[in-house]
Structure formats: C-alpha cells, structure tokens
C-alpha cells in the first residue's frame, strides 16, 4: 500500500487546517484497517491525532479537544483531516499512516506516507 498526504504547506492561525491522504494499492474500505492521521515535531514528538476505521467509525484524541475530525471519500480512495483554531502550536510534520491498530506510537508501527510539513503563521 501506498498512502500520500497533501495540502497546504501554510495556515495562518485560527484557520481550518485541511489535509488528504490518497491511497494507492489497498482500499479505505479493507477489513481489519484503520487509517490514521499523526504529527510530529520537535516540542510535542510523535503525536497521534485520530483514525478512522473500514466501517466509516472515527476516534479522535482527546489532546486536540474536539478540533480534529476525519472523514473519507471512498469513490476517490481517500481519508481527510480538518483541524479547526490552528494555532502555531499545531505546526508539525503531518503523515497518514495504515494500521491494524486504532492507533500507533512509533513509527515502525504500519505503512506510512512520506509526509506534509504544515506551517502555522501569520
């Protein structure tokens, strides 16, 4: 499987952050996989944000407190993260990630895209 984010490189605060991962060779609909938004910088480390299951169910991270949702396109193959009220605390390196877990704390846990670097500036 192969999974690619993209979106904008530069939010400026209090926006609405909006992000897609496209998959390529496996299905957003594949039993027994969820497909996971994470985030990384150098102050918070390794961060997982939320997922969302084959069946459409979603989980979110309490950390973002209630900023974060995920939704997908199944005709496209394709999962998005919006995250609402950026604040410069939410730059970060931003990946997608296929699991079998809800959720992961390494990156040696499932199949990751490449990344996103998003920027929060005004």
């Known amino acids: 499987v192969q999974l690619q984010e993209s979106g904008p490189g530069l939010v400026k605060p209090s926006q609405t952050l909006s992000l897609t991962c496209t998959v390529s060779?496996?299905?957003?609909?594949?039993?027994?996989?969820?497909w996971i938004w994470m985030r990384q910088s150098p102050r918070k480390g390794l961060q997982w944000i939320g997922s969302?299951?084959?069946?459409?169910?979603?989980y979110y991270s309490p950390a973002l407190k209630s900023r974060g949702s995920i939704s997908r396109n199944m005709s496209k193959n394709q999962f998005t993260l919006r995250l609402t009220s950026v604040t410069p605390e939410d730059t970060a390196m931003y990946y997608c990630?296929?699991?079998?877990?809800?959720?992961?704390?390494?990156?040696?846990?499932?199949?990751w895209g490449q990344g996103i670097q998003v920027t929060v500036s005004s």
């Open positions: 990630v296929r699991s079998t877990r809800v959720v992961v704390s390494s990156t040696s846990s499932g199949s």
């Open positions: 060779g496996g299905s957003i609909t594949d039993n027994d996989y969820y």
């Open positions: 969302i299951g084959y069946s459409g169910n979603t």
